[in-house]
């Protein structure tokens, strides 16, 4: 297992679409322990493939609140989402980071609810339900499959102080990349 340089905003892996895993071996196993450790060491809730420079349908997640833990592995997942209430996000309670734009928090407004289909490690399928910053946490990583960035999401306010913060760190260009552990860009 190995910490993974984790790709900052600006990249084509970041913006494009991931490719479906076909087969979950070896390749793929390393791959997820690799995520996790990269994840933790970050240290992060979530990392999907992409952010580390593999454009493939990837992500694993690590969350714990009064329902329990949830730590798992999403390969070729699927999200559906509960209606969004359209409103101002909470600047408080609903602003998210993302490892990919380190150091940035913003105020993003996301469905309460979400139900992720998805396979595990072992290749078995698997329903999750979840509400609240779990919810908040599989939309996030499942938009990096998609190649949606959080900071694409933000409204008019907020994307312009996201693109203020983006020029400023001198990021948005491809080829641009952190190292958990070594570098600290994450408070």
């Known amino acids: 297992m190995r910490v993974r340089d984790i ?9 494009s679409a991931s490719e479906e895993v076909t087969e979950i071996d070896d390749y793929i196993r390393d ?13 992060g809730v979530g990392l ?14 690590d969350w714990e609140d009064e329902s329990g833990t949830y730590r798992n592995v999403a390969i070729n997942p699927k999200l559906e989402l509960s209606e969004l209430k359209i409103r101002d996000p909470d600047p408080e309670t609903e602003s998210e980071g993302c490892l990919s734009v380190p150091g940035e928090r913003f105020a993003l407004l996301r469905a309460d609810h979400a ?4 396979l595990d490690i ?14 908040r946490i599989l939309q996030h990583e499942f ?24 020029k400023a ?11 958990p552990g070594d570098d600290f860009l994450e408070p």
């Open 31 to 43: 791959l997820v322990e690799d995520m996790y450790l990269t994840m933790d060491t970050a240290p």
């Open 48 to 61: 999907a493939a992409p952010q580390i420079g593999i454009p493939l349908q990837i992500f694993v997640y």
């Open 169 to 179: 760190n001198g990021w948005g260009i491809p080829g641009q990349f952190w190292s």
């Open 7 to 15: 790709v900052i905003t600006g990249d084509p892996v970041l913006h």
């Open 115 to 118: 139900t992720l289909t998805a």
């Open 143 to 166: 938009d990096h499959l998609q190649g949606t960035l959080y900071v694409d999401r933000l409204a008019d306010k907020e994307q312009k102080a996201a693109r203020k913060a983006i």
């Open 122 to 135: 072992s290749g078995a399928s698997y329903v999750l339900k979840a509400s609240g910053w779990l919810a």
